[in-house]
């Protein structure tokens, strides 16, 4: 019989980091249906007014009908708080049922520069901020370095919700995900962007390389209204696990900090 001390270890190392509630729920008893309340139909948007939205029901939304949903609504943000909005009331990604809030942005929406990294990890799913563990303070430092902060940057992620045990997300997740980020480039209007990884890069700016090969080059990222600067480098999670990579990233951000220059002069 294994003690509480090896079964938490077993829970750890398999991704169970949090309860999602208080008293435990055995997923395999079938309850029985409500004769007061009939079960409701998930959908893949939920809207407080009367106004139509594009709703699927059914027993689970499909990645492919959840993927036209959100190219659909996702243009329609007129701004950024109503695209947060539509997040929060967006139910075409498993992810939001897993997760324990929406992790949205942090920093200044009118800055001149972006970073895009991936997914919320624990850390920031318990705080609702991208990059607040370990691999944010990482990118503070890296920020600070060409004297930037959190007050002159805004940040995101193409995923708002955590990912269960911090695995990586689905092509599908990614796909249902990626019209928002991309309106969240448009909203805040960026002169330089900076995609942090390769899942970020290769999503974003629809690079076909790894990391290693695209890093440190300029591309031109159209938004839709016009074209700017765009950028891919190391993620502070894999710096975390390869320093070595560091003195690279050096590189790629002493020529953002030029770009930005260039932006003001």
């Known amino acids: 019989m294994p003690s509480a001390r090896e079964l938490l270890a077993f829970y750890l190392e398999a991704g169970v980091d949090c309860a999602l509630s208080e008293t435990p729920v055995n997923r395999l008893v079938e309850e029985p249906a409500s004769e007061e309340r009939p079960a409701a139909k998930p959908a893949l948007f939920r809207t407080a007014n009367p106004i139509p939205a594009p709703v699927l029901a059914g027993a689970a939304p499909a ?15 007129a701004s950024l708080q109503e695209l947060r909005e539509l997040l929060e009331r967006f139910d075409g990604c498993a992810l ?16 001149k520069i972006m970073f895009v990294g991936e997914a919320p990890g624990r850390d920031e799913d318990i705080e609702g901020l991208p990059f607040v563990g370990r691999s944010g303070k990482l990118l503070d430092l890296m920020m600070a370095a060409i004297g930037l902060d959190r007050s002159k940057v805004y940040i ?3 995923i708002p919700w955590r990912p269960p045990g911090n695995r990586d997300p689905s092509p599908q997740e990614t796909q249902i995900c990626l019209p928002f980020i991309r309106r969240q480039i448009q909203l805040v209007d960026p002169d330089v962007l900076v995609c942090l990884g390769k899942p970020s890069s290769q999503a974003v700016l629809d690079l076909k390389d790894g990391i ?10 159209d938004t839709g209204t016009r074209k700017i600067k765009a950028m ?34």
């Open 212 to 221: 290693m090969k695209t890093r440190g080059k300029w591309i031109d990222y």
């Open 96 to 111: 939001k049922s897993t997760a324990t809030r929406l992790v949205f942005a942090d920093g200044n929406p009118e800055a």
């Open 156 to 158: 995101a992620n193409i």
């Open 232 to 265: 891919a480098t190391f993620h502070p999670a894999y710096l975390l696990r390869q320093p070595i990579y560091k003195r690279l990233t050096w590189q790629d951000l002493r020529s953002v900090q030029k770009a930005l220059a260039g932006v003001a002069s």
């Open 63 to 77: 990645p492919d009908a959840a993927i036209i949903s959100a190219r659909e609504i996702a243009p329609g943000a």
